[in-house]
């Protein structure tokens, strides 16, 4: 079982960069594979990005890849998201998730056993 807490979220104007960060707890974070999914008001929850055990398995949204970038650092128990050029509708609460690796990439917010309380991103014009 993992706990995780997102911080790094802010309000920044249209073009701008923010770095979000997931602090997991225990010593199994290797174990998992570990996903940004994002929620907008009155939209569902979409995915973002996901990594597996290592930095050099990652999955993105096909709309944004090329401006988000996942990252881990298993020593650190960290998952990073940088995101870069951000556009207004980038604006959601984002949720940092920890999975089974089994789930090779998945997309699927329903492969996911845990959660972070989320971390507000507002992109302005």
């Known amino acids: 079982q993992v706990q995780l807490v997102e911080s790094g979220g802010g309000l920044v104007q249209a073009g701008g960069s923010l770095l979000l960060s997931c602090a997991a707890s225990g010593r199994t974070f290797s174990n998992y594979r570990m996903a940004w999914f994002r929620q907008a008001p009155g939209k569902d929850r979409a995915f973002v990005a996901t990594v597996g055990s290592n930095s050099g398995s990652t999955t993105y949204a096909d709309s944004l890849k090329g401006r988000f970038t996942i990252a881990r650092d298993n020593a650190k128990n960290m998952v990073y998201l940088q995101m870069n050029s951000l556009k207004p509708d980038d604006t959601a609460v984002y949720y940092c998730?920890?999975?089974?690796?089994?789930?090779?990439?998945?997309?699927?917010?329903?492969?996911?056993?845990?959660w972070g309380q989320g971390t507000q991103v507002t992109v302005s014009s």
């Open positions: 998730a920890a999975g089974n690796l089994g789930y090779v990439g998945t997309t699927n917010s329903g492969h996911y056993d845990y």
